[in-house]
């Protein structure tokens, strides 16, 4: 069902893992300073220590070991290569961790994925106005070049940006995440283009500079539920299951894998709301001037974050309010026949993401695809023996099994998130996505296997071990 080099991963990211936020010469980034903010996280909690794998990483090395995980998906901390921002100033110790880190994992024989910016923009750079500013693309560019060039003899997969979509939205638009801002119907939209611009050229940068050295392959990874219209014989709701799409996973798919642009029906939502509460001025949706590098064509694979589904119907027709969802005009509903887990958004439905690869294959012109996030989280009191995780990645892994065989899609690899239980963002960590369970009450932080965990080192191992007996 899978083929022999399928990646069998797990995912983390720097933030929500490696606590270290002052050491050896880091920058502060914006996650340090929003948690520092009164109401904004959990009780109050914060990622300063979180697993503290700055300095316990060899213990996560023996999770991926036990495991038996061929790839790992890791993000490197930006402030912790360079304080501010800058090539100007390289923090030589924060060098000194990721080598390492990629050294032993090669050493395991475990190839590594690094994303370059899991959402922890250095604060030096928000003070210059960070994502909103037009700056941000070639700082981040230089800072990608910096990654590839000190890394790149050893990371063949790269993911320049995890989830702009969740960037814009949550930290410009709702608020809830880091920066902290609430700026709706515009920001987002600014971060979002500024982010597809940066991506853009760190892409072209590989492609020209690196590319025939180094040999690896570098996209974006983009986060999407899967959508269905609520009642399927409804023009509105099959319309607005088409928007909800388009501000989803098209506001960053469309422009790199189909057109260079915004999907059509994206931007005529948002300037048609525009001209019904009066906005004047341009397009909320700025343009791509055709002076900068593409943006079309700028992924060497598909990066998927899959974690639900909904079913959507038409919105009530807009409202006043000039925002996101105002411009999306579309309700998100759950089936009472899926299962929550642990958070209230995440419904389970493994059954989504088989579809989801197939419309990704149909509509992108068959890309080879890595899911590099798909997980299922737990809270309340500390469960190891998690039967219903169990059931989840055994349900999910057989769909994308269908979907490899079945449906013909080139999906190469499958990243669960997440390594480890870890700092979920606002809701600190009361959420807990890992198949190692850590005990944040303890000192140690020790990490204990899920009943989950054990079940996903064996279906690697029955996965891989199929080939051998060929
Ligand atoms: C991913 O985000 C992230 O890449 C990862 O860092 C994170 O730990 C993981 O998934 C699990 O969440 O509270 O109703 O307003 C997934 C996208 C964006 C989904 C924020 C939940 C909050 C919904 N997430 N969203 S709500």
Request: glycine share 8%.
């Amino acid at each position: 069902m899978f083929p022999r080099d399928f990646a069998w991963g797990a995912a983390t990211s720097a933030y929500q893992i490696e606590g270290g936020w002052q050491a050896d010469g880091k920058g502060p980034s914006i996650w340090d300073t929003f948690v520092q903010q009164k109401g904004r996280v959990f009780e109050e909690q914060n990622g300063n220590v979180a697993c503290n794998s700055y300095q316990l990483w060899e213990k996560d090395l023996e999770c991926i070991q036990q495991l038996g995980l061929t790839h790992y998906r890791l993000s490197v901390s930006w402030a912790r290569l360079l304080p501010d921002g800058t090539t100007q100033h390289v923090n030589q110790k924060g060098v000194a961790y990721y080598n390492k880190v990629i050294n032993d994992l090669l050493a395991c024989n475990v190839s590594p994925m690094v994303t370059l910016y899991h959402w922890d923009l250095p604060q030096a750079l928000q003070d210059q106005g960070g994502w909103k500013s037009e700056s941000i693309v070639s700082l981040f560019d230089s800072y990608a070049q910096f990654c590839f060039q000190t890394f790149g003899d050893r990371v063949k997969l790269w993911i320049t940006i995890n989830e702009p979509q969740v960037c814009a939205k949550c930290g410009y638009e709702d608020g809830i995440h880091a920066p902290g801002l609430k700026e709706p119907g515009t920001a987002a939209y600014l971060v979002g283009h500024n982010m597809l611009r940066a991506h853009a050229k760190a892409w072209h940068s590989y492609d020209s500079l690196y590319r025939a050295e180094q040999r690896g392959a570098v996209s974006l990874a983009i986060n999407s539920d899967w959508f269905e219209p609520l009642r399927p014989g409804c023009n509105e709701d099959v319309a607005a299951t088409e928007r909800d799409l388009a501000f989803t996973l098209g506001w960053f798919a469309w422009p790199v894998f189909v057109t260079g642009d915004y999907p059509q029906i994206m931007r005529s939502a948002i300037d048609s709301q525009s001209q019904k509460l009066g906005y004047s001025g341009s397009s909320r949706l700025p343009s791509f001037s055709k002076d900068e590098p593409a943006i079309f064509g700028t992924a060497d694979f598909f990066a998927l974050n899959y974690y639900t589904s909904r079913k959507v119907k038409a919105g009530e027709g807009c409202g006043q309010m000039l925002c996101l969802n105002s411009d999306r005009d579309a309700e998100e509903v759950l089936d009472p026949s899926w299962p929550i887990c642990g958070v209230s958004w995440l419904a389970v439905v493994p059954h989504g993401l088989r579809k989801l690869l197939k419309y990704i294959k149909d509509t992108f012109n068959n890309p080879a695809v890595y899911i590099t996030e798909n997980g299922f989280s737990q809270v309340g009191p500390r469960q190891i023996d998690d039967v219903q995780r169990c059931e989840f990645y055994s349900d999910t892994i057989m769909e994308v099994g269908k979907a490899i065989e079945e449906d013909g899609v080139n999906v190469r690899g499958y990243f669960a998130w997440s390594l480890l239980d870890n700092f979920e963002w606002a809701d600190g960590f009361s959420v807990r996505f890992g198949l190692f369970h850590v005990d944040f009450s303890d000192a140690k932080l020790s990490r204990t296997i899920y009943r989950s965990g054990l079940e996903y080192a064996k279906m690697i191992m029955k996965y891989k071990g199929r080939h051998d007996v060929k």
